[in-house]
């Protein structure tokens, strides 16, 4: 009934960009505060960026400078504008709500960054 379909992932060159977006469906995500997360294999899944209902946001200081979280409120979307992306980058990116994962994990989106 709750959803989060993120989409927009691919295999990258390092230095390329990405833009990852989040679509919610079942709720009305914009009365929360939102994140991206990632996680690669056999690592814990740690918060990348966050934006709170009001559009303040927070970075890791892994991607600080580098990604870029936005929201749409009339469409329910969160976005994730990834520049300047290194292979240490390479993972399954998520989103939900944050910094309190609030909804069911959707399946998430590969992010490879390789030359």
């Known amino acids: 009934q709750v959803q989060l379909v993120e989409s927009g992932g691919g295999l990258v060159q390092p230095g390329g960009s990405l833009r990852l977006s989040c679509a919610a469906s079942g709720i009305t995500s914009s009365i929360y505060a939102m994140a991206w997360y990632r996680q690669a294999p056999g690592k814990q899944r740690d918060m990348v960026a966050t934006?709170?209902?009001?559009?303040?946001?927070s970075y890791a200081d892994s991607v600080k400078g580098r990604f870029t979280i936005s929201r749409d409120i009339a469409s329910n979307m969160v976005y994730l504008q990834m520049n300047k992306l290194k292979p240490e980058d390479t993972a399954v990116y998520y989103c939900?709500?944050?910094?309190?994962?609030?909804?069911?994990w959707g399946q998430g989106t590969q992010v490879t960054v390789s030359s």
């Open positions: 939900n709500t944050g910094p309190i994962q609030l909804m069911r």
């Open positions: 934006i709170t209902d009001s559009g303040d946001t």
